[in-house]
């Protein structure tokens, strides 16, 4: 009786404190409402997914999905935000995505129906501004600036301003590179764009840069051969060329120097290249014969000048390149006016101009010039008390351009006093006359220049003859560029 009396005392203190449980918020919360205004912003891998306040509702979330009936394949943490970027994302055949967003109550979930949306195909931006500049003597750095949504870029740099002839393009993953193992003295020409994943921007306009090419050691020497005998004389008792030629190539390959330009060597008789063996002709014209060694040099282009049609006056000239320097540099051979007087003087004058012209005309690059050969002029042509009015035509022409005479430049000429014009006779003159001449443009070093004379024993020429004039040789420097 007593256990059955305690048992119905406790059960109103039962009843009250159910009836407190099940009015508690944590486990009787009401579901919130639906997000309302939600939209996409996506990007070809990304997407931002914003809604408006759902009623009732303290948090929110975010699945994707890649089929609407399927479970999620991603996501969000619970946030109190209303907007969130998925990254990463890729597209797939039918529609990429759909997303379900989640409101909260406590416990309580409300989910809105799948809605699917599709990524935007990937377009990567264009690359705004590009440079180069050098970067030692074999590589240069390429810098651009950043193109939207490349992942990489890839660079391609050719020798052709066509972008035919290409090296290997490069990938890198920065907005820089340093190509190297590039070739001395040559123009390269360079574009790039961005890629992301198989799929490339624009390329950039084509623009090129020069490898610098190293200063290259030349030497020149010029030659009158005098090899159509119109020097032979019975008083001065030379021989002919037929004996000469052999004398004269002696002293040419004596000579060291490693570019011949000759005067009256013609070609059909002449032939002076038969006594220049590892030589070739670089370029031919009414007896001038310009030579280089091939061992040394490659000619890249060669021509005629014609200084005067009446009096039959050219000139010869040829592109070469230092091979071990790749610098690229131009010889000239020429033979102007012959005899003293003004009248000479000022024909001398023009062709010298007319010289200087069409030089500058084949050469727009502005390579550096070295001018070799007889100019049929010195400082006698101004002696006013032989020659009144006279006046060393070449030398005045040459300075006012800028273009000096090697033989003012070096700083201790060889043989200077010895005219280079012997005339074959002996005992020589030596009057520091010098026809012969060597002039370059002003950048050119200027090492060692003389007047190359054979001896005997009495200072006097040895003999034979090998021509009525000495060689003259200037030993030079071609700046790199």
């Known amino acids: 009786?007593?256990?059955?009396?305690?048992?119905?005392?406790?059960?109103?203190?039962?009843?009250?404190?159910?009836?407190?449980?099940l009015l508690s918020p944590s486990s009787a919360?009401?579901?919130?409402?639906?997000?309302?205004?939600?939209?996409?912003t996506a990007t070809w891998s990304t997407a931002t997914i914003s809604w408006g306040a759902a009623s009732g509702a303290t948090e929110y979330a975010v699945c994707l999905k890649r089929v609407a009936a399927d479970p999620c394949v991603r996501t969000s943490q619970r946030t109190t935000a209303r907007t969130l970027t998925f990254r990463n994302l890729t597209p797939v055949t039918d529609t990429d995505y759909y997303y379900v967003i989640y409101s909260y109550n406590g416990t309580a979930?409300?989910?809105?129906?799948?809605?699917?949306?599709?990524?935007?195909?990937?377009?990567?931006?264009?690359?705004?501004?590009?440079?180069?500049?050098?970067?030692?003597?074999?590589?240069?750095?390429?810098?651009?600036?950043?193109?939207?949504?490349?992942?990489?870029?890839?660079?391609?740099?050719?020798?052709?301003?066509?972008?035919?002839?290409?090296?290997?393009?490069r990938i890198v993953e920065r907005t820089n590179a340093a190509p190297g193992g590039l070739t001395l003295?040559?123009?390269?020409?360079?574009?790039?764009?961005?890629?992301?994943?198989?799929?490339?921007?624009?390329?950039?306009?084509?623009?090129?840069?020069?490898?610098?090419?190293?200063?290259?050691?030349?030497?020149?020497?010029?030659?009158?051969?005098c090899g159509q005998d119109k020097c032979v004389t019975r008083a001065n008792g030379m021989k002919r060329w037929t004996t000469r030629k052999a004398y004269a190539g002696r002293i040419a390959r004596g000579t060291g120097a490693d570019i011949i330009a000759t005067q009256e060597s013609h070609d059909e008789d002449t032939r002076f290249g038969t006594e220049l063996p590892g030589f070739a002709l670089a370029a031919y014209k009414s007896a001038k014969s310009l030579f280089y060694?091939?061992?040394?040099?490659?000619?890249?282009?060669?021509?005629?000048?014609?200084?005067?049609s009446t009096y039959k006056k050219y000139a010869v000239w040829a592109e070469l390149r230092d091979e071990a320097t790749r610098n690229d540099f131009i010889v000239v051979d020429a033979h102007l006016q012959p005899y003293k007087?003004?009248?000479?003087?000022?024909?001398?004058?023009?062709?010298?101009?007319v010289l200087l012209s069409k030089v500058a005309a084949i050469n727009p690059d502005k390579l550096l010039v070295v001018y070799a050969g007889d100019f049929n002029s010195n400082k006698?042509?101004?002696?006013?008390?032989?020659?009144?009015?006279?006046?060393?035509?070449?030398?005045?022409?040459?300075?006012a351009a800028g273009v000096p005479d090697t033989f003012v430049e070096a700083t201790a000429p060889v043989g200077a006093t010895w005219n280079s014009a012997n005339q074959a006779i002996n005992p020589p003159l030596r009057h520091s006359d010098h026809v012969d001449h060597i002039f370059a443009d002003a950048p050119i070093i200027v090492n060692d220049w003389r007047v190359i004379v054979s001896l005997d024993d009495r200072r006097w020429y040895a003999t034979p003859f090998a021509s009525d004039h000495n060689p003259v040789r200037a030993k030079l420097t071609i700046p790199g560029r």
């Not at 009786?1 to 449980?21: D, E, G, Y």
């Not at 610098?212 to 009158?224: D, F, G, H, K, R």
């Open 341 to 353: 007087g003004k009248a000479n003087d000022d024909l001398r004058s023009a062709q010298t101009k």
């Open 29 to 40: 919360a009401t579901a919130p409402g639906l997000p309302t205004g939600a939209k996409v």
């Open 1 to 21: 009786m007593l256990v059955l009396l305690r048992r119905t005392l406790m059960l109103p203190v039962v009843a009250a404190l159910l009836s407190t449980a």
């Open 109 to 169: 979930r409300s989910a809105t129906t799948p809605q699917g949306f599709d990524l935007p195909p990937l377009v990567v931006g264009p690359i705004g501004s590009i440079s180069a500049v050098r970067n030692g003597d074999t590589s240069i750095k390429v810098r651009w600036s950043a193109a939207t949504d490349a992942k990489a870029y890839e660079l391609q740099l050719a020798t052709d301003s066509a972008m035919q002839h290409q090296l290997r393009p």
């Open 185 to 225: 003295g040559t123009r390269y020409y360079y574009r790039v764009r961005g890629t992301n994943n198989g799929v490339n921007g624009r390329f950039t306009s084509v623009k090129s840069i020069r490898v610098p090419s190293l200063p290259a050691q030349i030497s020149v020497l010029t030659y009158n051969l």
């Open 293 to 308: 060694n091939t061992s040394k040099y490659n000619k890249l282009r060669s021509g005629t000048i014609t200084l005067s």
């Open 380 to 399: 006698s042509n101004a002696d006013q008390d032989r020659y009144p009015g006279g006046y060393d035509a070449p030398l005045k022409v040459f300075t």
